[in-house]
């Protein structure tokens, strides 16, 4: 065996020494970004950061964990999404919490799940009415004003024992009002109840996502103060002849709802071509 003069060998790169050392191995199934911001989710759970302290630069977090500046600002970004921490331009990154709010996430792998529910969850009737739309309801579902609907207020629930999800408001065409009476007691949506009640033919749906902010008496409902921001989700159900049978608008509280999919390259997505996988 040859040995090493020593001033070779004290010229050798230095691996990065402390909680750094071993992030690559210990996360090789994973991209660096998620090993990293892991191993700082990790930190913030143990007490390493205390709630209102400054993180180490990128620089810094770079050097101590051996990778590029790039992978750390992802992770970073993942932690800051989960509300671990904030990070400003000039103030540097605080620690807001040290461990994520607790909230619903949906994750989807193919696309006939596209912005439908868990099965375990359900909608919960809270009053249904018949009204008219005014102007600016009439522009949300998309009709003429002076028309009748029915009106149904409902929350969904996660699970037999989990939290609200969302406040969702349908609106169906009268002669369906009868299905306010079906809803909830399966995982079935309001378009799918509304085929089977009535012989309708839903053959095309439409989905919006807008950023919104909760009004007191839905904010009151979801225990979040009012005015919170909201991701809203709004889905006109169109039948026969063209004519709108259902539309549906789902509130869901932002520090509550995590919407998350993922599609392969080359799908091709055609909107509104069929109901399924989306549901009210």
Known sequence: MTAVPAS?????????????SGLATAGAALPRY????????????????????????E?????????????????????EADGLIERRRRLGTRVRASAPAERYVQTLSALDGLLQYPEE????????????????????LGVTVGSRWQRIRALRIAGPEGGVLCSTVVYVLPDYAAVAAHIGRDASPVYALIERLFAEHVAQVQVQLRASCLAGPVARTLSVPTGSPSLDVVRRFYGRAGRVVEVSVASHPAERFTYSFEVQRGLTMSHGASPAGVSS
């Open 34 to 57: 998620r090993t990293l911001a892991d191993r700082l989710r990790t930190d913030l759970r143990r007490g390493h950061f205390k709630v209102g302290a400054r993180l180490p630069g």
């Open 121 to 140: 969850s359900r909608l919960h009737v809270v009053d249904c009415r018949a009204i008219r739309a005014g102007a600016r309801l009439a522009r949300l």
């Open 59 to 79: 620089i810094a977090l770079s050097a101590q964990f051996g990778v590029s500046r790039h992978t750390v600002r992802e992770a970073l970004r993942r932690l």
């Open 8 to 20: 070779r060998a004290a010229a050798r790169p230095r691996r990065p020494t402390g909680e750094g």
